[in-house]
């Protein structure tokens, strides 16, 4: 084995575990999940092959999964928000997909599609656990509180203030890009 092939290897190892608790937290078929696994580390492969200079590997490899998730999402036409629904301000029921630029309105609706889908996704990935979940489950899935409580024995009141803290998150970790495409 040649020293870069060792590397590689203690790369895989060191990082495997993490990458794949990364994505399995995006990607909800645990078989999608593990063949973007292994296209990241093909990937770290190609790269490696290729000479390509790899700065940061950790902070590569997940650069690399999240546009591997991206993809999934895109060629299965059901991203992660697929169905899920908002309530507007007059009480109606917005479809998440609706709300964005449609694919079909040329490259730079496409485009603004995809940094606004990317951006979200890794504004929710900062969350802590408990406050994703909470925010995912209600805002998303549509889920109530009572429902959630009951299901994880975790009180209402604390629920909604995890939910309060994720929404505070997201608001101000989304603002510049709101701003940026709002200015447009």
């Given at each position: 084995?040649t020293?870069?092939?060792?590397?590689?290897?203690?790369?895989?190892?060191?990082?495997?575990?993490?990458?794949?608790?990364?994505?399995?937290?995006?990607?909800?078929?645990?078989?999608?999940?593990?063949?973007?696994?292994?296209?990241?580390?093909?990937?770290?492969?190609?790269?490696?092959?290729?000479?390509?200079?790899?700065?940061?590997?950790?902070?590569?490899?997940?650069?690399?999964?999240?546009?591997?998730?991206?993809?999934?999402?895109?060629?299965?036409?059901?991203?992660?928000?697929?169905?899920?629904?908002?309530?507007?301000?007059?009480?109606e029921?917005?479809?998440?997909?609706?709300?964005?630029?449609?694919?079909?309105?040329?490259?730079?609706?496409l485009?603004?599609?995809?940094?606004?889908?990317?951006?979200?996704?890794?504004?929710?990935?900062?969350?802590?656990?408990e406050?994703?979940?909470?925010?995912?489950?209600?805002?998303?899935?549509?889920?109530?509180?009572?429902?959630?409580?009951?299901?994880?024995?975790?009180?209402?009141?604390?629920?909604?203030?995890?939910?309060?803290?994720?929404?505070?998150?997201?608001?101000?970790?989304?603002?510049?890009?709101?701003?940026?495409?709002?200015?447009?």
């Amino acid at each position: 084995m040649t020293e870069d092939d060792t590397r590689i290897s203690e790369i895989i190892a060191a990082e495997r575990s993490r990458l794949r608790a990364f994505i399995r937290r995006r990607v909800p078929d645990a078989s999608d999940a593990e063949d973007i696994v292994q296209e990241v580390f093909y990937e770290l492969v190609e790269a490696n092959r290729l000479l390509m200079p790899i700065e940061h590997v950790t902070g590569w490899l997940f650069r690399v999964a999240r546009n591997r998730i991206t993809d999934l999402f895109r060629k299965n036409e059901r991203g992660s928000f697929a169905g899920a629904a908002v309530e507007g301000e007059d009480g109606e029921m917005l479809q998440i997909e609706d709300l964005l630029p449609s694919p079909d309105a040329g490259p730079e609706a496409l485009y603004a599609r995809h940094v606004l889908l990317e951006e979200v996704e890794f504004a929710l990935s900062e969350l802590p656990d408990e406050q994703r979940e909470v925010f995912v489950a209600h805002e998303l899935e549509g889920r109530s509180f009572k429902e959630l409580s009951r299901e994880s024995g975790v009180s209402v009141n604390t629920l909604l203030s995890r939910k309060r803290y994720a929404v505070l998150h997201l608001r101000q970790r989304l603002q510049s890009i709101y701003d940026e495409f709002m200015n447009k």
